[in-house]
């Protein structure tokens, strides 16, 4: 396992399109470990493989309870909303709040290329939508309702 360097702001492969993961193959396998090591390493609760220059359509989550792989994840269904403040890696010394579903359904392949479906609530679906967001080339300064001063928190 290894660290990656995680891009920010200035780098355009943020803005881009991450492609639909094929096969699960040992580069993909190799990619998860990389990037669970390098969120946790960051003290990150999520991170999207075009966070470390990889556009293809991997991420990794954990908001406390265990570590979640999800290849070419998907929402399929939302609740309700939520508005809390967020950050990203890739926007250091940034905050500011968002609207996001209090709930959300999301598909996606597991490490041995199975489909299964994960629900979120809370943090964990702030968490899931955003990291979707990255796949997409969107991020969530996009989306700030108010941006907050890091102090105030
Ligand atoms: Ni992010």
Request: hydrophobic share 45%; glycine share 8%; with cysteine.
């Amino acid at each position: 396992m290894a660290t990656r360097m995680i891009r920010t702001m200035d780098d355009d492969i943020l803005r881009k399109k991450a492609r639909t993961v094929e096969k699960v193959n040992r580069n993909i396998l190799i990619l998860l470990e990389d990037m669970a090591e390098t969120m946790k390493s960051a003290n990150g609760v999520g991170l999207a493989a075009p966070q470390v220059g990889i556009l293809k359509r991997v991420v990794v989550i954990d908001v406390g309870d265990g570590l979640i792989e999800l290849i070419n994840p998907e929402i399929m269904s939302t609740e309700g909303k939520q508005v809390k403040a967020e950050g990203c890696l890739s926007v250091p010394g940034k905050m500011g709040e968002v609207e996001r579903p209090a709930k959300v359904t999301v598909r996606a392949l597991n490490r041995k290329g199975e489909a299964f479906e994960i629900e979120g609530e809370g943090l964990l679906a702030i968490a899931l939508c955003h990291e979707i967001d990255h796949l997409n080339g969107e991020l969530f300064v996009d989306k700030v309702i108010r941006f907050i001063d890091p102090e105030e928190e």
